[in-house]
C-alpha cells in the first residue's frame, strides 16, 4: 500500500500496445527495448 507514488510502472514488447499501457495505468510504454531505455532515463530524470 502507498509504493504507487514511489515505483514508476513501464510495458512494452510485441505483445504489448500502448492502449493496454494507458488501460493499466503505467507510467511508460515502448515497443523495443533502446526505445524503452530513452523512456526509463527520462522517468527517472536522467
Request: glycine share 20%; proline share 4%.
Amino acid at each position: 500500500e502507498g509504493l504507487r507514488d514511489k515505483v514508476k510502472i513501464m510495458v512494452g514488447g510485441g505483445a504489448i500496445t500502448q492502449e493496454f499501457a494507458n488501460s493499466i495505468g503505467a507510467d511508460g510504454y515502448d515497443p523495443a527495448a533502446p526505445g524503452a531505455v530513452k523512456l526509463a532515463c527520462g522517468l527517472i530524470g536522467k
